[in-house]
Every structure is written in structure tokens, then in C-alpha cells.
């Protein structure tokens, strides 16, 4: 299907389903300057303590020491020296891979294809002229940037080394002029994996859009699925319980069966209407009204032929039948004289 019908944004579902696959947005020029830059601020912080180390193996193989000794000096300047660097570098590869992939990450053990042994899947797209001429553009145009920057800073720095007194102050030029275009090039590096990265994104973005006859297969899908309307209906009951629970505690008494029935009522004589039946249940969603009014306090009564009749005669939220205002009213009246009493609850 062309590509002009995919007009709607991707469902939750399928971004799963692309990112099970492993077709998630990510840029290598967002991981290789990471890495550079964490290097480089690593070679910064050790740099002192790697010079000496250097210049103690350097001391140390020019001075006659045995052999021995020149390889723990070697030894312990390439702890010093490179350890960090490889350490650093790899940590910060590390955890840009995650920033862009997320966590956990997703592993996938395929079966075998010749394709995937060999390379031919997906060969069409990564070697077409489009994708070739943008990698080469984004090669070119970093490669362009950084010669520019090493262009600028030698040509400020030339002036200060070719008029420099001794060798350290030669020394201390060149190491700001080191230390500049490192800077440069983290920058150019990090702007051209931003710009890389966000091209992922929006690649990635456009392939993800569905089209009308997607998301209404998904939908069908989805609402044909027994675990999913189990889980509604489940959902849809709980929802029902938790708001007859707290219609009992808000109620002005309870009627029960005394175990199988139980009726919620409430009276409020400001609202000019007959008592309403404001929650019901029976069996086990009975028991639940009985305790959620105990422990509120309100009056559980037992009412046997009046509960059953509210129950099946009266919906929830319906004033009581006329019919039964009688036994209604002598209820609710039991009620208020027990409560001026100060008595507790009735049963």
C-alpha cells in the first residue's frame, strides 16, 4: 500500500512491535561522539599522571634498570595512561546506546536465514544511491567542518609557538591548541549526531504511521481477543464494586436479606423526592455493602421481604416505588429514633 495512506500516528501496540523487532531510532555519529568526547576528557584528567608515568619508563629504559623494572614501569603507565581512556570510552558508548535505545534491551535470537548469514537482507536499502549520497554528504560535511576548525586554530596558535622563548612555553601553546580543536571537534561532532539522530527520529516516525485499514484491523484485532474482553469486563466489574461500596458508606441505612440481599437508602429531605435506592447487590457483593456500612456506621437492617423487593423492583439511583413508601418510611423513622437515641447499630 503507497505510503500517501499512512496518515495516522502509530498505535502503542505498534510501536511494541517495532521496537520487539529491533527497528529502533538511533544514530552511530551520536555514540562515536559520545565516546570521543569522554575520551578526550579523560586523556585531559589523567594527562599529568600519564606524562609521568611515560617519562618514568622512558627514564627508566634509558638508565640501564633490568628488564624487570621497565615492565612494571610499562605496566603501570599503560594503566595510567590508556586504562582511563578505554574505560571512559567504552562507558560512555555504553550508556548513549542506552539513552537512545532504552532499557531493557532488546535481544532477539532469529532463525536462520541465508540472508542473514550473508548479509543480503536489507542490502537494496543500505547500499541505495539515496542513502549512500546522504552518508557521504554527513562524511564530507563533518570531515569539512573539522579541517576547517584545525585550519583556524593552527593559524591562531602558529603566530604564539613561532615566537615562543623555550620549549615550554612551546609546549604549553600546543597543548591549548590541542586542548582547542579537541573542543571543536566534540562540538562539530556532537551538532552532526544531533542533526544525525533527529533524521533517525523522523525516518523511523514516517515508516511507524499506519494507515485506515491498519488501525481498524488492530482495533478488531484487539476487541476480539478474549484475554482483552476478560480483562474489560473484569475491569468494568471492579469499577461497578468499588462505587457500590461507596454508595453503603454515604447511605442512610442498609436493608439486608439478611445474606443474600442488601439495599443502599438514602433520604434527603432538601432534595423534595422519595428515598432512593442508591446501591444493591447480592451474595458476595452483598457481604461487601454489609461490611463497608458497619465500618462506616450506618445502620445495617434486617428487612427480608422489603430488601428483596427494592432489589428487584427499584434500579439503582430510583426513588422507591409509592407502593412501598410505607414500609420505607417506617424503616427510615426506626432509624432517626435510634440515632436520637444514641443506640448502636440496629440489625
Known amino acids: ?20 523487532r529491533g527497528e529502533i531510532a538511533g544514530s552511530r555519529e551520536l555514540t562515536a561522539a559520545a565516546t570521543f568526547a569522554a575520551a578526550a576528557i579523560a586523556l585531559v584528567a589523567a594527562g599529568p599522571a600519564a606524562w609521568r608515568s611515560l617519562h ?10 633490568g628488564r624487570a623494572a621497565v615492565l612494571v614501569h610499562a605496566r603501570t603507565a599503560f594503566t595510567v595512561a590508556v586504562a582511563p581512556i578505554l574505560v571512559v570510552g ?98 562539530v561532532m556532537l551538532a552532526v549526531a544531533a542533526f544525525d ?12 504511521m499506519m494507515t485506515p485499514d491498519e488501525i481498524r ?54 432534595d423534595g423526592g422519595a428515598p432512593r435506592v442508591t446501591a444493591k447487590g447480592t451474595d458476595e457483593l452483598a457481604g461487601r455493602i454489609r461490611e463497608a456500612a458497619r465500618a462506616a456506621g450506618v445502620p445495617v437492617v434486617s428487612r427480608p421481604p422489603l430488601a428483596r423487593a427494592l432489589w428487584k423492583l427499584v434500579p439503582e439511583g430510583r426513588e422507591v416505588p409509592s407502593a412501598l413508601y410505607h414500609a420505607v418510611a417506617e424503616v427510615l423513622a426506626y432509624v432517626y429514633r435510634l440515632r436520637r437515641r444514641g443506640a448502636g447499630r440496629p440489625s
Do not use: C
Open 1 to 20: 500500500m503507497s505510503d500517501d495512506n499512512r496518515t495516522h500516528q502509530p498505535t502503542p501496540r505498534r510501536r511494541k512491535e517495532f521496537r520487539d
Open 56 to 65: 618514568a619508563v622512558t627514564a627508566a629504559a634509558l638508565g640501564g634498570d
Open 90 to 187: 567504552a562507558a560512555a558508548a555504553l550508556l548513549a546506546a542506552m539513552a537512545q535505545r532504552g532499557w531493557p534491551p532488546v535481544v532477539r535470537w532469529p532463525g536462520f536465514e541465508l540472508s542473514r548469514v550473508f548479509g543480503f537482507s536489507g542490502l537494496a536499502g543500505a547500499w541505495s544511491p539515496k542513502a549512500a549520497l546522504a552518508r557521504l554528504g554527513g562524511a564530507a560535511a563533518k570531515t569539512a567542518a573539522i579541517a576547517a576548525a584545525l585550519a583556524l586554530v593552527l593559524a591562531r596558535h602558529l603566530t604564539a609557538v613561532a615566537t615562543a622563548a623555550d620549549a615550554d612555553a612551546i609546549a604549553a601553546t600546543a597543548r591549548a591548541a590541542v586542548l582547542e580543536l579537541a573542543a571543536v571537534a566534540i562540538a
Open 197 to 208: 539522530y533527529l533524521r533517525a527520529r523522523r525516518a523511523l516516525g514516517k515508516k511507524m
Open 217 to 270: 484491523r488492530e482495533h478488531r484485532e484487539q476487541d476480539g481477543d478474549p484475554a482483552v474482553k476478560a480483562r474489560r469486563r473484569a475491569r468494568m466489574r471492579e469499577l461497578a464494586r468499588r462505587r457500590v461500596v461507596a454508595e453503603a458508606k454515604r447511605a442512610d441505612v442498609i436493608l439486608v436479606n439478611p445474606t443474600h440481599y442488601a439495599v443502599a437508602l438514602r433520604y434527603r429531605a432538601e
